[in-house]
């Protein structure tokens, strides 16, 4: 039986009213499967979904605890800055980082302990200055946490706790180096948390090497909550389906997914040209455009944002109700962060998935991890509609030789059916005109020859040799 109450969880009750002011009422799944065992100070290898509440699930644990063992102190002042940094956070991706940034401050404002946030691609003086005033909880991207102890401007030597967030997104970007390197520096008698959507074994093969005889939660790998459809059409199409599925104005709180930089960059103009306020997000974006291109789905000034995989971990915009996958990923478990968009943070959300030809075996990849309940659809009559006049040209004589294509099939299907038929009848015929004779009169011998009645076995003349 769940248990529904953070208190008797054991979370500090100094943080409960973060908790009611955020409407916060009872644990999440993770948070009531996990939080007692990670409050106890055990190690936690954990598998769930995006949307969760996978943050808090660690983030009340390590207020907990270092509330509960503060450091020592010389006077008011520590002896040493870099003394109080006693858990480490670390996250793939800068908007990863900065919101579980902002979460910690939030949660940890009515109390003495101090949060910050580093993150790479930006000014490192103001980071290296927060860090220098002494900070309980540090959270960060491997990277730029890396810089920071090259110029000595912190050190995890006195690190008690340890948060890998979305372990499956740092092997994928490249980070599991860091992440060991970050790990060897701190102390062997440290807590690890573990945090991931999907259970692959390379991820099995990092827990091994910095947990401790964890408490597990969850299975190998997690479904999305949404309900999926997926869509049979041509890359020239995928354009034409997505305007067709966002001609209805109230449709907001869409987040569309392409494979490169260049398609999101030319789906977004394409959007924006047929009047759909449409943000974009990628890794060549500055950090003001990345922000004011989740500012404004936040704040529905954009119906609509087009990303890379850069924005599928971790980011928490409540208003996303549509994750539309306009190029299927080229790893199963993409898509499950993809998906996990919509609906995050509460609600029922919806994904949709564009399917050509050539992403075939990619989408049979999906559904045979993912296992999702989907609906495949065909390409709406509307939709060519909405394509330019070139590609409606080539969209309509593709039609057409399509058509010609499967009018031949049939063609040939019926003069093969004629044909086996036509044979059939032959056969049936000569059969008929064959000399059928009285097997009654065929007695003891293999041969066709009639046998006169009364003539005995064995009399009949022999063949000389």
Known sequence: ????????????????????????????????????????????????????????????????????????????????????????????????????????EQLLGGTVLRSAVVWGKSAISTQVAALRAGVDVLVGTPGRVRELLELDACSLAWVQMTVIDEADRMLDMGFAPQVRSLIERMPAERQTLLYTATLRRAVEDLADQVVREPFRYGGSSTAARTIPTAYDCRDAGKTPLLLHLLKEPTRKGVLVFTRTRRRAGWVATALNRNNIPTGLLHGDRSQKQREAALDGLRTGLNRVLVATDVAARGLHVPGIRLVVNYDVPVSPEEWIHRVGRAGHGGGEGASITFVSPEERARWESVVALARPE??????????????????????????????????????????????????????RKRKMKLTRFDTSQMRGTKSNTPIEKGTKRGTGVKRLP
């Open 374 to 427: 989907w609906t495949a659809i065909q390409l709406p009559e509307d939709a060519p509609g909405f394509m330019r006049d070139r590609d409606r040209v080539r969209h309509d004589r593709a039609k057409a030789d399509e058509a010609e294509v499967i009018k031949a099939f049939e063609a040939k299907e019926r003069a093969e059916k004629d044909k086996a038929k036509r044979l059939k009848e032959v056969s």
């Open 1 to 104: 039986m769940v248990v529904q109450d953070f208190k008797t969880l054991g979370v500090d009750p100094l943080l409960i009213p973060f908790l009611t002011r955020s409407n916060i009422t009872k644990p999440t799944e993770v948070q009531a499967g996990t939080l007692a065992a990670a409050i106890t100070g055990r190690d936690i290898v954990a598998v769930a979904p995006t949307g969760t509440g996978k943050t808090l699930a660690y983030l009340l644990p390590i207020a907990t605890r270092l509330r509960a063992d503060k450091p020592n102190e010389h006077g008011k002042r520590f002896a040493d800055s870099r003394a109080r940094l006693r858990a480490l956070v670390l996250a793939p991706t800068r908007e990863l980082a900065q919101q579980i940034g902002k979460e910690a």
